[in-house]
């Protein structure tokens, strides 16, 4: 009996493990490539404050799904949960909006990476023929399935916390902390109106982790259930927060905020200011493609796979037609689009915020509040973060 309660108890514990590791790869692609700059506006203070913000939203309209989740078979998804609360009517609309935001944020990922690719390759690949590529190794992973995926994501994860640790080590001498806290660097505590246009930004590459939650509920299946996935989202919030601390740390040590600015003036691109990061720590080529590889593997496959949860009527026992078909309806669309829009994958990000924010901070808190008559202020709250994120989004980013 003692070493049946050890099994469990290590299965249980590698469960929290992995979904854990699936949580933080979900959300550290394109943020880390494109919030460093991005964050110079608000520069030490507001990056901190816009951090804690965001993750108490999304930790706590997570937990609200999870809770209503309960009610539910583990086979369901999203949209069977959705259904029985709202009528097939009303899920028609969240199906519309659910499935476009996932689609838009896949097209955004198809973009950066079919950019990074052209520009890394030593040699020209057609843009057409690098997005059917993506495409296909994307449709290769919903195939692999959520066990053989979280074993990858963690070692994509591994790979990480190796450069990470290179990178720090390699760049210490060059590190001027001091820039983190500079008199002269003008951040969100001098004029609170440069945080808003990074809401959406953060929002969507920070804690984007929400369409991971069925797959959690299906990881959990065996166990402690609720407990395991709540330990999973805990213990991958908590990798989210160190690791991008850790990442823009680094980054504003090693600039200053009126040199970002002035390169920003003359169009320099995110892109091209991480390659600045790499030069500078001496690191090989190869370092710098095998990092963005496990950087960006992880959250594709977490937005590829909330798409596929959300399409599939049935997780747990799906026919071959409904698996290819679920395929085609999700990856030609973004691949379309990625190759005739390659560069409109900043609206794209602060636009899925605003869609997929609408059911996450709107409607899975009113259906909590509906099942459970509890905690109507918390529910409030996440819906004001969304109503100001998608003011500014669109003062920002439209107007």
């Known amino acids: 009996m003692r070493r049946s309660h050890r099994v469990t108890l290590g299965t249980n514990t590698q469960k929290a493990v992995s979904g854990a590791a699936v949580v933080f790869g979900s959300c550290i692609g394109l943020g880390f490539i494109i919030l460093p700059v991005l964050s110079v506006t608000a520069w030490t203070s507001g990056v901190i404050i816009i951090l804690l913000v965001t993750l108490a939203v999304s930790y706590t309209a997570s937990i609200k799904y999870l809770e209503i989740s309960s009610y539910h078979r583990v086979s369901d998804g999203m949209r069977q949960i959705l259904e029985k609360a709202v009528g097939a009517y009303g899920r028609k609309w969240v199906d519309a909006i659910i ?9 955004a990922y198809f973009s950066v990476i079919s950019e ?3 520009s890394l390759l030593p040699f020209h690949l057609p843009h057409g023929v690098v997005t059917i590529i993506i495409g296909v190794i994307c449709f290769v992973m919903m ?33 001027h902390v001091q820039n ?4 002269d660097a003008m951040g969100m505590l001098d004029d609170p109106r440069v945080a808003l246009p990074l809401l959406p930004i953060f929002f969507a590459n920070c804690f984007g982790f929400q369409p991971m939650m ?6 959990h299946d065996q166990g402690r259930k609720r407990k395991g996935v709540i330990a999973s989202l805990r213990l991958g919030v908590i990798f989210i927060i160190v690791g991008y601390a850790i990442w823009l740390g680094i980054f504003l040590s090693l600039f200053d905020q009126q040199s970002v600015l002035s390169q920003l003036a003359l169009d320099v691109s995110s892109f091209d200011v991480l390659y600045q990061v790499f030069t500078m720590s001496g ?19 977490g937005v ?13 026992t799906v026919s071959k037609r409904d698996f290819l078909q679920a395929g085609l309806i999700a990856f030609i669309p973004p691949m379309v689009f990625s190759y005739v829009f390659p560069h409109g994958f900043l609206i794209a990000i602060g636009f899925v915020a605003v869609i997929f924010g609408a059911i996450w901070c709107v409607l899975v808190p009113w259906l909590h509040w509906k099942r459970r008559r509890v905690a109507w202020l918390s529910s409030v709250l996440i819906a004001l973060y969304w109503l100001l994120m998608t003011v ?8």
């Not at 499935?99 to 097209?107: C, D, G, K, R, T």
């Not at 983190?180 to 008199?183: D, I, T, Y």
């Not at 069925?214 to 990881?219: C, Q």
């Open 304 to 316: 590829s796979k909330g798409l596929f949860d959300y399409l599939l009527p049935d997780q747990l």
């Open 214 to 219: 069925p797959a959690l509920r299906v990881l």
């Open 99 to 107: 499935i476009l935001s996932l689609f838009v944020l896949l097209y």
């Open 392 to 399: 500014s989004f669109f003062i920002y980013s439209i107007f």
């Open 143 to 175: 195939a692999l399935g959520i066990r053989s995926m979280s074993a990858v994501v963690l070692i994509c994860n591994v790979l990480l916390l190796i450069i990470f640790v290179s990178l720090i080590v390699t760049l210490f001498p060059q590190l």
């Open 180 to 183: 983190l806290v500079a008199e």
């Open 116 to 118: 990074l690719t052209m």
């Open 283 to 301: 690191l090989t080529h190869a370092f710098l493609i095998v990092w963005l590889v496990a950087l960006l593997v992880p959250p594709i496959y």
